[in-house]
């Protein structure tokens, strides 16, 4: 209502009264009466109209944009927040906004005007760059940021909070590998969970038999102390894979060491991941480890492997018909691949068999791949895997490999007379065809 109507409202409710009055003096009471109520009737109807409504502020939305990480000096990650409010109420007009959060957060007063905060009715309003600051010892959890009115009435308080999520990598909970495989197939996984006193925080592993998760590219590792290597991948852990299917168990910090999925990793037919938790019960930030993926243990005989090599190369297969092997008939759906990789000069051209069936080793596969690569050959660095002998063809090929850093993700023996799975023959691959 406009105030020149406000104004009018006021003379017609005087004129309404005074006229009540007269007429008073001129009818009996069961009229007046009837006067009198209908009067007080105006009187309502207009206060209603034009008196004030309390507001009711409430934050709708929070964006938090990264303004730094932690530093040795400050161990914070460090947000600008904008922070959109909207008044649901009646008009808001100089109150008192204060802006804060739980813990370390600022306690910030917001002004819009020279005497406080107003908004209109439905109107909303952009609070910009307030400082959110958020724990470096950890990965993520949750903040929440509260817009108080602290001198005037607001009709629900409940919408005057609003709750972020947060997550930052890398993972707090550091190097995590499969350590040990007991008997009946249980894993023991190790880490570096130094920065969680045990006593403070809640350990919890999440498990899951073959699920689909955003994990980019992973690092391959091997653990080649058992009798035959267990090769699995870690992959940077993120906010999508906490919110994935996982199985939750509670454990405690000894406990979360161990985990067992429906198959024995020796015989798993699909993938399995796993991952660590711990929290902090009092305010709920939590710091995780990577994602540990471990998949079948499949190896692969030498007709299998021609194929894999050229089609994951995308090699062009060669037309021509002659075979250089008594065992690979030209019918064979692998001959074309045999033929192939035989042109790029990678097989033994002084044997006249192929030996299709045969499982392919882990040394062949060194020597093969980075024959094709053309990589430099040394022997000038320390030995590392102690199964392999000075002596032996592929020792040139296994220095070189540590050499060039592509050693990382394995053991302390290579094991080069054991069948190659195809999670080894690709991460070989991918060693070299990265730079290439």
Sequence with gaps: MKASSKKLAFVLIAISIAGGVFMNKALNKTNYDIINTSVLGVLKSTYEDIAPSAADLAIVNVVLNKESDPTENFNYYKYKASIVVKNNGGRLINARLLLHGDGNQKSVVVKNTDYGFSLAKDGTYIIKNYD??????????????????????????????????????PAKIKDIFISDISPDGKIELNFNDNKYFVKKHDFELFRKDDVSLKTGEGKYFENTAFEKPIGYHVYENSLKNLEADFDRTERTEENSHYVKFSEHPYGA???????????????????????????????????????????????SLVEEDMLYYTDVSPDEWYAPYVKTVYNLGLLNTSSITFSPEKKITRGDILKLVMDYFEADLTQNTEKHFKDVDENSP???????????????????????????TQDFIKNIIDEYRENN
Excluded: C, W
């Design 132 to 169: 959110v600051i958020f724990d470096g010892n950890y990965n993520g959890g949750e903040i929440p940021i509260y817009a108080d009115i602290t001198d005037k009435t607001d009709t629900d308080t409940t919408n005057n909070v609003f709750v972020s999520k947060v997550f930052e990598g």
């Design 269 to 315: 037919t699909s993938n399995h991941y796993v991952f660590v938790k711990a929290t902090n019960p009092e305010n709920g930030y939590y710091g995780v480890s990577d994602i540990v993926k471990l998949g079948p243990q499949t190896d692969m005989n030498r007709a299998q492997f021609v194929k894999a090599f050229v089609d994951y190369l995308k090699i």
């Design 394 to 420: 592929i020792y040139p090929y296994v220095q070189s490999f540590l050499a060039d850093g592509k050693a990382g993700g394995l053991g302390s023996k290579f094991a080069p007379d054991l069948p190659a």
